[in-house]
């Protein structure tokens, strides 16, 4: 069974959509959707409203196979030596207008306003509205600004001289998008909230692309030893900048793509919808983003940065889709974290005997 990183040098068809790897394994076979199949367990409820939609409560079988993926990835972001940070998820409209996505009609229609119920009408161009955080990364730019403000004005090049700067950020609270009504009707594989692990790193082109690739390889390793169909597909980068060499050049290596998305199969959506759900994507944005927020090193070099992301309610979607929800039927890895029972659930209980 070859492994990703094998790959690394291979030269691949980069359009975008274009799979440059994938494992496959044998999975449990249910036709049930799985969205209704975890509701009826009590894994997890749906507490839509009128207007709101994709608003869930996630009971204590699916809490524990949450902390169990935030432990799993923790490993992961320690071997790759990132340090964990904790991030706001509030931010101002300069935040997401260098990530494109203020000025994008779709993205803009995902962007929520905060503000206290009887503050008054934000001016006309929106310079005082507060937004929820749609994409976790943005603390990362914020705070490498605030340290170079801090120190007159740039960061120090030989702070990046020991390696990249790599931060582990998954504790700051749900990430929020307005996303569509047809998307939210879709079940928990996409809502208004969600969060995830997001693996930030910033430093010189060839200390950016390594670190994209280490997270990367390490994820798929992960979910290969989870026994998780995956695969690895170019794809569009989540700043919705200019990408920084054109991911639609053909013969470039695997490594040097600007985007990677890691996917999951899930076998219950065959033949109703695209049966390949995202669990993260890959991101290597070049100098773009640090440009936009004004970080710049004292060298006057380039400054490059990335992320890696992976979803939690997806990667437990991935694995019930897949494994089943019976954990004496998983692999001995997910079983050395998660346990061999099913945590008690009053709730639970009562879907039982109603």
């Known amino acids: ?168 950020e998954d504790q700051g609270g749900w990430t929020l998008r307005n996303e569509s009504t047809e998307r939210l009707s879709l079940g928990w594989g996409t809502s208004f909230e969600f969060s995830g692990a997001e693996l930030v790193f910033a430093g010189s082109s060839q200390q950016v692309y390594d670190a994209r690739w280490a997270v990367l390889c390490s994820v798929a390793q992960l979910l290969t030893e989870l026994r998780i169909t995956h695969r690895v597909v170019v794809a569009k980068p989540c700043s919705h900048v200019a990408p920084v060499q054109g991911s639609d050049k053909a013969g470039r290596r695997i490594f040097e793509a600007d985007t990677l998305d890691i996917q999951a199969y899930i076998p219950q959506y065959e033949g109703s919808r695209d049966p390949w759900l995202e669990l993260g994507g890959g991101d290597v944005a070049g100098d773009t983003l640090t440009s936009a927020f004004g970080i710049r090193l004292s060298s006057e070099e380039p400054l490059y940065s990335g992320c890696q992301g992976l979803g939690w309610q997806r990667f437990a979607l991935a694995v019930l889709s897949q494994l089943g929800t019976n954990p004496v039927n998983w692999p001995n890895r997910l079983q050395s974290e998660y346990g061999l029972q099913v945590p008690a659930s009053r709730i639970s209980k009562l879907y039982h005997v109603i």
């Open 1 to 168: 069974m070859q492994n990703l990183d094998a790959l690394k040098d291979a030269a691949v068809d980069m359009t975008i959509g274009s799979v440059v790897y994938a494992q496959e394994f044998e999975h449990v076979s249910s036709s049930d959707p799985i969205e209704a199949m975890t509701e009826e367990a009590g894994w997890i409820s749906s507490i839509n409203r009128p207007l709101i939609m994709g608003i869930y409560a996630y009971h204590p079988p699916i809490v524990q196979l949450i902390t169990s993926a935030k432990r799993l990835m923790r490993g992961i972001a320690n071997a790759c030596g990132f340090e964990e940070h904790i991030f706001p998820r509030h931010y101002g409209l300069h935040d997401l207008r260098s990530f494109g996505w203020v000025d994008n009609a779709d993205l803009a229609s995902q962007l929520m306003v905060i503000r206290p119920l009887t503050a008054a009408s934000p001016d006309a161009r929106g310079n005082d509205l507060t937004l929820g955080d749609p994409l976790q990364c943005i603390g990362f730019y914020e705070m490498l600004l605030h340290v170079q403000n801090r120190l007159g004005g740039h960061l120090p090049s030989e702070f990046f001289d020991e390696g990249p700067f790599c931060v582990y």
